[in-house]
C-alpha cells in the first residue's frame, strides 16, 4: 500500500512540475501567438487587428501572472488549450485529437507487437542460449535497429512502391475515398499503414530482443531457477513462470516509456510518409511557430509519458511481491 502511494505521490509531484515549466516556457519567449499569427503577414501591424487576435488567442497583459497561472491550469483540466495558428481558427484540442487516432492506430500497436514478439523471441534466445535462433535472430534485429527510422522509410519506398509498385508511397488513406466507419475506408487504411508499421516494427524490435534476451540469461543463474529444474519442473513453466516473469521486470519501465512516447509518435516516418499522426502535426506546429499547439503536444507527451510509467508500477507491483512489502 505504501508503494502505490509513493508512486501517486510522485506521479501529482511530477505532473504539476510539468505543467508549470509548459506555462513558463512560453511566456519566456518574445512576443505572443498573436504576434506571431501577424508576422506571416508582411506590411504593417494593424493594432486592432493584433488586439482582436490577442483576445482570440487568450492572451491578456494585463492579467498578472499568478492569476494567468491559475487560468492556465483551469483551462488545461476542462480542455481548452487556445486558437492553433497552423489551422486558424480551428481550436487546438480539435486540431490534435483528429490526429491522435492516426498515431495511436499505427505507433501504438507496433510498439506493443515489437515488445511482445521482441521479449518472445529474447526469452526463447535467452533460454536456448547458444542454438541457432540465439545465433541468427538477435544479431540480425540488432544491426536493423542501428539504421534511423527515416532511412529504412526511404529504402522501403524505394523498393516496394516504386520498384515493385507495391503498397502506397504515402498518407493514411486514399484522396478519393470518404472518411467513416465502412470497411471499405478501414481495409483502405490498413492497406496505407503496412509500410510505416513494418518500418517501426523493423527498427525497434531489436532492442527488446537484445534486453530481454541479457536479462534471461542473467536470471537463469539464480537460485530459484536451479530449485524449480531440481523440483522436476516442465521447462516451458521454469521459463515462463520462473525465469521470465523476473526477467522482464527491467522492461517494463523502458516499455512504459515507450507507450508514453507512442503519443508523440514516429515524427520521421511520419514526414515520410506524409502520415496524418501526432509526430507530424508537431513538425508542421514548429514549423509554423504554433505555440498553443506545440504547448499542448508537449503537455499531451508528458502526461502520456506519467500515466503510462505509473500504469507499469502498479503492474510491476502484481508481478513482483517484493515491492508490496512495506519497508
Same mark, same amino acid.
Request: a neutral charge.
Given at each position: 500500500?505504501s508503494?502505490?502511494?509513493?508512486r501517486?505521490?510522485?506521479?501529482?509531484? @511530477?505532473?504539476?512540475?510539468?505543467?508549470?515549466?509548459?506555462?513558463?516556457?512560453?511566456?519566456?519567449?518574445? *512576443?505572443?501567438? +498573436?504576434?506571431?499569427?501577424?508576422? %506571416?503577414?508582411? *506590411?504593417?501591424?494593424?493594432?486592432?487587428? /493584433?488586439?482582436?487576435?490577442?483576445i482570440?488567442?487568450?492572451?491578456? !497583459?494585463?492579467?498578472?501572472? $499568478?492569476s494567468?497561472?491559475f487560468?492556465? =491550469?483551469?483551462?488545461?483540466? !476542462?480542455?481548452h488549450?487556445?486558437?492553433?495558428?497552423?489551422?486558424?481558427?480551428?481550436?487546438v484540442?480539435?486540431?490534435?485529437?483528429?490526429?491522435?487516432?492516426?498515431? =495511436?492506430? $499505427?505507433?501504438?500497436?507496433?510498439?506493443? =507487437? +515489437?515488445?511482445?514478439?521482441?521479449?518472445?523471441?529474447?526469452?526463447?534466445?535467452g533460454?536456448?542460449?547458444?542454438?541457432?535462433?540465439?545465433?541468427?535472430?538477435?544479431?540480425?534485429?540488432?544491426? @536493423?535497429? +542501428?539504421?534511423?527510422?527515416?532511412?529504412? +522509410?526511404? /529504402? #522501403?519506398? /524505394? =523498393?516496394?512502391?516504386? !520498384?515493385?509498385?507495391v503498397?502506397?508511397?504515402?498518407?493514411?488513406?486514399s484522396n478519393?475515398?470518404?472518411?467513416?466507419?465502412?470497411?471499405?475506408?478501414?481495409?483502405?487504411?490498413i492497406?496505407?499503414?503496412?509500410?510505416?508499421?513494418?518500418?517501426?516494427?523493423? !527498427?525497434?524490435?531489436?532492442?527488446?530482443?537484445?534486453?530481454?534476451?541479457?536479462?534471461?540469461?542473467?536470471?537463469?543463474?539464480?537460485?530459484?531457477?536451479?530449485?524449480?529444474?531440481?523440483?522436476?519442473?516442465?521447462?516451458?513453466r521454469?521459463?515462463f513462470?520462473?525465469?521470465?516473469r523476473? #526477467?522482464?521486470?527491467?522492461n517494463?519501465?523502458?516499455?512504459?516509456m515507450s507507450? *508514453?512516447?507512442?503519443?508523440? *509518435? #514516429?515524427i520521421?516516418?511520419?514526414?515520410?510518409?506524409?502520415?496524418?499522426?501526432?509526430?507530424?502535426?508537431?513538425?508542421?506546429?514548429?514549423q509554423n511557430?504554433d505555440?498553443?499547439?506545440?504547448?499542448?503536444?508537449f503537455?499531451?507527451?508528458?502526461?502520456?509519458v506519467?500515466?503510462?510509467? /505509473?500504469?507499469?508500477?502498479?503492474?510491476?507491483?502484481?508481478?513482483?511481491?517484493?515491492? %508490496?512489502?512495506?519497508?
Open positions: 500500500m508503494y502505490a502511494l509513493r501517486l505521490g510522485f506521479f501529482v509531484v @511530477t505532473l504539476w512540475v510539468a505543467l508549470t515549466i509548459n506555462f513558463a516556457l512560453p511566456r519566456l519567449m518574445p *512576443g505572443n501567438p +498573436a504576434i506571431a499569427m501577424m508576422a %506571416r503577414f508582411r *506590411g504593417r501591424v494593424n493594432g486592432n487587428v /493584433l488586439k482582436a487576435l490577442e482570440a488567442f487568450g492572451v491578456n !497583459t494585463k492579467q498578472g501572472l $499568478i494567468q497561472y487560468s492556465y =491550469l483551469g483551462n488545461t483540466l !476542462t480542455g488549450f487556445g486558437i492553433s495558428l497552423t489551422f486558424y481558427p480551428d481550436p484540442s480539435q486540431v490534435v485529437f483528429s490526429a491522435l487516432p492516426w498515431t =495511436l492506430g $499505427i505507433v501504438g500497436v507496433t510498439t506493443v =507487437l +515489437a515488445f511482445l514478439l521482441g521479449t518472445l523471441v529474447g526469452m526463447t534466445s533460454w536456448r542460449r547458444g542454438s541457432m535462433l540465439d545465433s541468427v535472430l538477435p544479431p540480425v534485429f540488432v544491426i @536493423t535497429s +542501428a539504421f534511423p527510422y527515416f532511412w529504412i +522509410a526511404l /529504402l #522501403a519506398i /524505394l =523498393l516496394f512502391p516504386i !520498384t515493385l509498385h503498397l502506397p508511397i504515402g498518407f493514411g488513406y478519393t475515398d470518404t472518411i467513416g466507419w465502412t470497411w471499405h475506408f478501414v481495409g483502405d487504411v492497406y496505407h499503414a503496412v509500410l510505416p508499421a513494418c518500418t517501426i516494427l523493423v !527498427t525497434s524490435i531489436g532492442g527488446w530482443i537484445l534486453t530481454m534476451r541479457n536479462n534471461m540469461i542473467t536470471t537463469l543463474s539464480e537460485d530459484y531457477v536451479r530449485m524449480a529444474r531440481a523440483k522436476g519442473l516442465s521447462p516451458m521454469i521459463m513462470d520462473y525465469a521470465g523476473n #526477467a522482464i521486470l527491467p517494463l519501465t523502458g516499455f512504459a507507450l *508514453g512516447f507512442v503519443v508523440s *509518435g #514516429a520521421l516516418v511520419e514526414y515520410v510518409f506524409s502520415y496524418p499522426g501526432v509526430g507530424f502535426l508537431l513538425l508542421q506546429a514548429v511557430e505555440y498553443p499547439l506545440m504547448q499542448t503536444l503537455l499531451l507527451i508528458t502526461v502520456a506519467l500515466v503510462a510509467i /505509473l500504469v507499469m508500477d502498479f503492474v510491476t507491483m502484481l508481478l513482483d511481491p517484493r515491492t %508490496r512489502s512495506d519497508q
